[in-house]
């Protein structure tokens, strides 16, 4: 690995991020993966960008996914971001309290917001694809402190000093 690509990893891995959980409805059934890479594009129209790693499993579902639904999760949901980073966790378990929209999107009502979103743009990166999607719907959940994500941990607010 070259410096840059260490420099580069090493400044991300320590600059902290919001979680979400990306889900879709494929032929083989739902599928979805933790991203921290969720930022906000547009207001007009609503549209927001995400990034995925490589085009097969979970990520290439969402890529050939008409919609999807992009939940920004709370700090109660440690254990399913860390389910969906994982290749073997535990997804759409009935533990974890799925349901699906009137439109087939896996939902997890639970969490603070989820965003109904179509693909826009697909653009590649190196083997990353990046994501920009119209948003078509908020559906906003219960209020919670945000989970965060910082140097291979998932921290909350209440870890984080106030300044």
Known sequence: MSRLIEDFTTAFRTHPAAVGLITAT???GPVGLTASSIASLSTDPPA???SVMRDGGSAGGILHARTFLIH????????????FARPDGPR????QGWRRLPTGE???PSAP???RARPLEIVEVGASRLIAAEVLDVVPGPEASPLLYHDHRY?????????
């Not at 759409?92 to 533990?95: I, Q, R, T």
């Open 26 to 28: 494929t032929e083989r």
């Open 48 to 50: 927001l960008s995400f």
């Open 72 to 83: 920004l999760l709370g700090e109660q949901h440690r254990d399913i971001a860390d389910a």
């Open 92 to 95: 759409f378990v009935p533990e």
């Open 106 to 108: 896996p939902h997890l």
């Open 113 to 115: 917001a989820a965003l």
């Open 155 to 163: 921290l909350t607010l209440a870890c984080a000093q106030v300044l």
